[in-house]
């Protein structure tokens, strides 16, 4: 019982420091322990670049709109007898 309690408050620690962006892989053994900090540890970098892969397509995502936006209010402010002479020319 007083290794459940010890391990959960391990455990707790662990994901305090995930949350808060502080964890560290501390045990480095091949106890159950070890095991989960590392999976922890590899949890996290996973997250966290799936994070980064989401903010660039954000990224991209808002550029294309912004193209887009651009090229339709340019098209809308000419009057349809200036646009034809661009055509022409």
């Known amino acids: 019982m007083i290794l459940d309690k010890k391990l959960?408050?391990?455990?707790?620690?662990?994901?305090?420091?995930a949350i808060?962006?502080?964890?560290?892989?501390?045990?480095?053994?091949?106890?159950?322990?070890?095991?989960?900090?590392a999976k922890m540890m590899r949890f996290l970098e996973l997250s966290r670049l799936k994070q980064e892969q989401i903010e660039s397509e954000r990224g991209r995502v808002r550029s294309l709109i912004g193209d887009i936006s651009y090229q339709k209010a340019s098209s809308c402010l000419s009057p349809p007898a200036v646009s034809a002479r661009r055509w022409a020319e």
């Not at 959960?8 to 420091?17: G, P």
């Not at 808060?20 to 900090?37: H, N, P, R």
């Open 8 to 17: 959960f408050r391990k455990l707790d620690e662990m994901l305090d420091e």
């Open 20 to 37: 808060a962006g502080t964890f560290q892989v501390k045990t480095y053994d091949e106890s159950q322990l070890s095991k989960i900090e």
